[in-house]
């Protein structure tokens, strides 16, 4: 028997196990014991709700049960402004938003408020994912916010109260609830509504009292916020691709390691992976569950989207302006290339 290999195997192993001790102890340094504030106006088992939990869940795994995420389900937090401002402010640590209420702090993201401009979830996940999305998310940065992750709302539909909308005519005279977000005023004045902002907390008893006529909302939504009850007509209309957006706290980033913003960064991404699944899976029983409590429901014909289109030239060029020519060929390009690529 060699004992000087023994030794020399068992003097290597030893070397090795401290390595790796070592190693584990440093990364297990790196992440602290925290609890953060996660806050969205969906309801805990909404799809939005679900992919709360589901992120919150990756981050307690990936950081050993050191970094808690706590959950503020159904606007707990305020509105969508007052939960931006804290975030901004560092008092709340995420946000899961629309992305057209973000327009304001993110130019870009106003290019996918142009209707039709997405008419394909496939081409709107790559666009997201992709180097036109990364760079929207990088934009948050000038706003003392990070940008982590779309996730899904999907296509926005129409409701409301009074009738059938068949064709873009039917439009014309509704008083109709709208995003706080200009390009949303301009769009539904063109199609001779009465458009009235209003944030979202504010619109269930908005349409119990009439105040408002309607509304345009996701299927996700509509069905979360139960509109069925106080709405008697849904009109499939697919006039805009809504993403989700995971916003954190730049001030929480900054005191975060490495190792801590990569635990955060890719349960985001993975969450917002599964979130949209879950909203794509479950969209049909949605409408039936509508249909079955006594909604009527309709579907835009390809004629009636080309019209409805088409009478959004203006606003979209208007649009276009404010984001830059430049750029909004530069995304219209991009979905141009995804969609031939996926088409093959």
């Given at each position: ?153 999907g296509y926005r539909q129409f409701t409301n109260s009074k009738r059938r909308i068949q064709k873009v005519e039917d439009f014309e005279g509704l008083k109709v609830r709208v995003i706080q977000n200009p390009i949303y005023i301009d769009m539904f004045e063109q199609l001779d509504t009465h458009a009235v902002p209003m944030s979202f907390n504010e619109l269930y008893t908005a349409l119990e009292t009439k105040m408002v006529d309607g509304q ?38 900054d005191s975060f390691s490495a190792e801590e913003q990569k635990i955060i960064g890719d349960a985001a991404l993975e969450a917002g992976a599964y979130q949209r699944q879950v909203n794509t899976d479950t969209e049909d029983s949605q ?58």
């Amino acid at each position: 028997m060699n004992f000087k290999n023994i030794f020399r195997t068992s003097s290597v192993a030893v070397a090795l196990g401290l390595t790796l001790a070592t190693v584990t102890t440093t990364a297990n340094a790196d992440i602290k014991e925290r609890t953060l504030k996660f806050g969205h106006l969906s309801t805990a088992d909404a799809t939005n709700g679900k992919g709360a939990v589901k992120f919150a869940e990756l981050v307690a795994d990936r950081s050993g049960g050191k970094i808690k995420v706590d959950i503020y389900n159904s606007g707990q937090l305020g509105s969508e402004v007052q939960q931006i401002g804290a975030t901004q402010g560092g008092t709340q640590d995420f946000v899961l938003l629309s992305s057209s209420p973000l327009t304001s702090m993110v130019k870009q993201l106003q290019v996918l408020d142009f209707p039709g401009m997405v008419t394909d979830k496939k081409v709107a996940y790559a666009l997201l994912d992709g180097p036109i999305g990364t760079g929207m998310l990088k934009e948050f940065s000038k706003k003392n916010l990070v940008g982590l992750a779309f996730w899904e709302n999907g296509y926005r539909q129409f409701t409301n109260s009074k009738r059938r909308i068949q064709k873009v005519e039917d439009f014309e005279g509704l008083k109709v609830r709208v995003i706080q977000n200009p390009i949303y005023i301009d769009m539904f004045e063109q199609l001779d509504t009465h458009a009235v902002p209003m944030s979202f907390n504010e619109l269930y008893t908005a349409l119990e009292t009439k105040m408002v006529d309607g509304q345009d909302n996701t299927i996700s939504t509509d069905d979360m916020a139960r509109f069925d009850e106080v709405q008697k007509y849904l009109t499939m209309t697919n006039h805009i691709y809504n993403p989700m957006v995971l916003v954190g706290s730049k001030k929480m980033w900054d005191s975060f390691s490495a190792e801590e913003q990569k635990i955060i960064g890719d349960a985001a991404l993975e969450a917002g992976a599964y979130q949209r699944q879950v909203n794509t899976d479950t969209e049909d029983s949605q409408i039936k569950r509508m249909q079955a409590a006594g909604m009527t429901v309709d579907y835009f014909s390809p004629e009636e989207m080309i019209k409805m289109r088409t009478k959004m030239k203006p606003v979209i060029e208007k649009y276009s302006k404010v984001v830059g020519a430049d750029y909004v060929k530069q995304v219209s390009d991009e979905i141009e290339r995804i969609s031939a690529s996926t088409a093959k």
